[in-house]
């Protein structure tokens, strides 16, 4: 499967973004996907995922309740909607697709797309 994330940008702290991440193939819905972020100077940490149908899903702590992953197995696309946006959300952002669900270790990794956040 080829990830391709797309929606980052540039908003000030409270403001939203949501973030697009189109799949290639006829197998999405086999996958599990997930949303990791990347800020400077620091690890990848994982920031979301959702079940295969979309039926569940799982958040980091620094984003319950202000990020939602969500995906349309008919558009090959999950998204993220960002709320509530805060400095320390800056980071570049990726997709990526796993056939298990429920884990941190994601098999398929798209292209980062940049978000920054401004104070």
């Known amino acids: 499967v080829q990830l391709q994330a797309s929606g980052g940008g540039l908003v000030q702290a409270g403001g939203s973004l949501r973030l697009s991440c189109a799949a290639s193939?006829?197998?999405?819905?086999?996958?599990?996907m997930g949303w990791f972020r990347q800020a400077p100077g620091k690890e990848r940490e994982f920031v979301a995922g959702?079940?295969?149908?979309?039926?569940?899903?799982y958040y980091s702590d620094s984003v319950k309740g202000r990020f939602t992953i969500s995906r349309d197995n008919a558009k090959n696309t999950v998204w993220m909607q960002m709320n509530s946006l805060k400095p320390e959300d800056t980071a570049v952002y990726y997709c990526?697709?796993?056939?298990?669900?429920?884990?941190?270790?994601?098999?398929?990794w798209g292209q980062g797309t940049l978000v920054t956040v401004s104070s």
């Open positions: 990526a697709a796993d056939p298990r669900y429920g884990g941190y270790e994601y098999r398929y």
């Open positions: 193939g006829r197998t999405f819905s086999s996958y599990a």
């Open positions: 959702i079940s295969w149908s979309g039926g569940m899903t």
